[in-house]
């Protein structure tokens, strides 16, 4: 080859065979890294990329990644969030990924408050930017969500069991949350004998504790009342999220404990017959005779056999 056209290639001049058209672009794949130094080198590159935060129009962000954390909206508290991020500006970046199902849109992996804020503020959003699958995404909501100190137990209680019945196994669980099985049992435990509806109508009541919610689960087991009834109690109630429990608590605790079922026993006469049933409750005993011929009989001589008993019992029958 001549001098020349060695410092053609050297340099980049372009050569003259007819252009190929370039390839159209694809989605973004996870990176496949080299080994050695250079696979090292790469991946060193691709953690700065990972930590580098960047800014992302906020109507370019959908609330639609990973599990709901949060119960309802605290006006004064995305208030006072607004307020500070219109002053001092964002100081914590969200964690954002690429939505899988729609070209050029984000969705939150944590940060819903701050987004929600800048989008009230017209504001860009300062993000991290990370290549999650479902199961990672999840999983970086859970940890993000147990060094949290804003998260109420309910919320907890309630990721946890969203979780749960997202098919992810208890040791993931434990890990996301960093809670140990106890714990976890604990949560899932309000949960499930809460149901979702009431869960919702009470709200995150931060004020409320652990041990307050596991005692509202015992006295709705004590008394058997149903959530349901709870939930006519705390629809009814205007108060904020703490009230809207204490509402709850008082109804369970002061719903009477449903009567025992009715006690049945079999009525036999000579031989063995059946007769019908005598059912047994609180206040009153019911006779049901199936055989229709001794129920008629029994009808027209209820005198006699009502005389028969006050005999028997030393009463005032007569002779």
């Given at each position: 080859m001549a001098r020349k056209d060695v410092l053609k290639g050297l340099m980049g001049a372009p050569e003259t065979k007819s252009a190929v058209p370039a390839?159209?672009?694809?989605?973004?794949?996870?990176?496949?890294?080299?080994?050695?130094?250079?696979?090292?080198?790469?991946?060193?590159?691709?953690?700065?990329k990972a930590r580098a935060i960047v800014e992302v129009p906020a109507d370019m962000i959908?609330?639609?990644?990973?599990?709901?954390?949060?119960?309802?909206?605290?006006?004064?508290?995305?208030?006072?969030?607004?307020?500070?991020?219109?002053?001092?500006?964002?100081?914590?970046?969200?964690?954002?990924?690429?939505?899988?199902?729609?070209?050029?849109?984000?969705?939150?992996?944590?940060?819903?408050?701050r987004v929600a804020a800048l989008k009230a503020l017209k504001l860009p959003v300062k993000a991290l930017l990370r290549d999650l699958d479902d199961r990672d995404l999840i999983l970086?909501?859970?940890?993000e969500n147990?060094?949290?100190r804003d998260l109420t137990f309910i919320e907890k209680a309630n990721f946890a069991r969203q979780m749960r019945d997202a098919g992810f196994d208890r040791k993931l669980i434990c890990d996301a949350l960093s809670i140990d099985k106890t714990?976890?049992?604990?949560?899932?435990?309000?949960?499930?004998?809460?149901?979702?509806?009431?869960?919702?109508?009470?709200?995150?009541?931060?004020g409320?504790?652990?041990?307050?919610?596991?005692?509202?689960?015992?006295?709705?087991?004590?008394?058997?009342?149903?959530?349901?009834?709870?939930?006519?109690?705390?629809?009814?109630?205007?108060?904020?999220?703490?009230?809207?429990?204490?509402a709850a608590l008082t109804g369970a605790q002061t719903?009477?404990?449903?009567?025992?079922?009715?006690?049945?026993?079999?009525?036999?006469?000579?031989?063995?017959a059946k007769l019908g049933t005598i059912t047994r409750k609180p206040r009153a005993v019911a006779l049901t005779v199936t055989d229709t011929e001794f129920g008629d009989w029994l009808t027209d001589n209820m005198t006699e056999v009502h005389r028969i008993f006050l005999q028997?019992?030393?009463?005032?029958?007569?002779?």
């Amino acid at each position: 080859m001549a001098r020349k056209d060695v410092l053609k290639g050297l340099m980049g001049a372009p050569e003259t065979k007819s252009a190929v058209p370039a390839p159209a672009p694809t989605a973004p794949k996870r990176p496949a890294y080299a080994k050695g130094a250079v696979g090292a080198v790469s991946r060193s590159i691709s953690d700065l990329k990972a930590r580098a935060i960047v800014e992302v129009p906020a109507d370019m962000i959908d609330d639609t990644g990973g599990l709901r954390d949060r119960l309802g909206p605290l006006p004064e508290d995305d208030a006072a969030l607004r307020d500070s991020i219109q002053t001092y500006g964002q100081q914590v970046p969200v964690l954002l990924r690429l939505d899988p199902n729609n070209e050029g849109r984000y969705q939150v992996v944590y940060g819903r408050r701050r987004v929600a804020a800048l989008k009230a503020l017209k504001l860009p959003v300062k993000a991290l930017l990370r290549d999650l699958d479902d199961r990672d995404l999840i999983l970086a909501q859970g940890q993000e969500n147990s060094a949290r100190r804003d998260l109420t137990f309910i919320e907890k209680a309630n990721f946890a069991r969203q979780m749960r019945d997202a098919g992810f196994d208890r040791k993931l669980i434990c890990d996301a949350l960093s809670i140990d099985k106890t714990l976890i049992s604990r949560m899932l435990t309000v949960a499930d004998s809460m149901g979702q509806k009431l869960i919702e109508a009470i709200g995150p009541a931060p004020g409320i504790g652990r041990d307050r919610w596991l005692r509202l689960v015992a006295a709705l087991e004590a008394t058997g009342t149903a959530p349901a009834t709870l939930l006519k109690i705390v629809k009814g109630s205007d108060g904020p999220s703490d009230a809207r429990f204490e509402a709850a608590l008082t109804g369970a605790q002061t719903v009477s404990p449903p009567a025992p079922p009715p006690e049945k026993q079999s009525l036999t006469g000579e031989n063995g017959a059946k007769l019908g049933t005598i059912t047994r409750k609180p206040r009153a005993v019911a006779l049901t005779v199936t055989d229709t011929e001794f129920g008629d009989w029994l009808t027209d001589n209820m005198t006699e056999v009502h005389r028969i008993f006050l005999q028997a019992k030393g009463g005032n029958g007569r002779d």
